[in-house]
């Protein structure tokens, strides 16, 4: 069965400066897809960046980036330049063949003027 | 509207009432989905409906009850819940195919009492 562990409850980063969250996932498959998720405090959980396995290019979207390191199953997120509307729960998540996504439990992270 | 709706946003109920949780989508979407969210945990895939059937139930008591009249609605029928049944619920939708981005609505947040 697939897992998703996100080892940090909680980060902080102050405006303008980078930080990365931790991922590490499980998966006895090796064609899969990994997503970034951000959940900001109003609830509405939108996508962040997504990485296909078989890419070893690492995922780019204008701020936020992946390190995808697929032999040790590691999915981290990068965000640079760190904005206040930045703040909000990220959650990894994997999604093998067909469309059932399995998540980690969250890293909240707080952006400080 | 757009995206993905989600009414009532919040609920309280008593363990005796019978109460529904309704889902919109509007972007042609083929797939729909319920996943909830307690605090500290990660988010739970409860049911997974594509083309209208029902394709996934993960293990979900008898008490949740979903239905999926069509492509865009989903419900969530709820009768005789307990207290650890109160949390956010998510509702999202996809495309059926394979490793498709989930759109998520804003969530209910269910109290029961």
């Known amino acids: 069965a697939q897992t998703v562990t996100q080892s940090q409850p909680e980060m902080s980063v102050q405006e303008a400066e980078t930080v990365t969250l931790s991922c590490t996932y499980d998966?006895?498959?090796?064609?899969?897809?990994l997503f970034w998720y951000k959940q900001p405090p109003s609830r509405q959980m939108i996508l962040v960046i997504r990485?296909?396995?078989?890419?070893?290019q690492n995922a780019t979207e204008n701020r936020f980036s992946v390190n995808f390191q697929k032999a040790a199953k590691s999915f981290s997120l990068k965000i640079s330049d760190s904005q206040l509307g930045d703040a909000a729960m990220y959650f990894c998540?994997?999604?093998?063949?067909?469309?059932?996504?399995?998540f980690g439990a969250g890293t909240i992270l707080r952006v400080k003027s | 509207e757009t995206g993905v709706t989600q009414t009532p946003r919040h609920l309280v109920m008593g363990m005796t009432n019978k109460k529904s949780l309704k889902c919109e989508q509007h972007l042609g979407h083929n797939a729909m989905y319920w996943y909830k969210q307690s605090a500290k945990k990660p988010l739970e895939l409860m049911f997974v409906y594509n083309f209208k059937e029902q394709t996934e139930n993960n293990s979900v008591p008898s008490r949740f009850s979903p239905e999926c009249p069509n492509s865009s609605h989903l419900f969530l029928h709820l009768h005789t819940l307990q207290p650890e049944d109160s949390a956010l619920y998510l509702c999202a939708s996809s495309s059926a195919a394979s490793y498709n981005e989930q759109f998520f609505g804003p969530g209910t947040r269910l109290t029961v009492l």
């Open positions: 990485q296909e396995a078989y890419k070893q």
């Open positions: 998540a994997i999604m093998e063949y067909g469309n059932k996504l399995v």
């Open positions: 998966t006895s498959e090796s064609d899969y897809y």
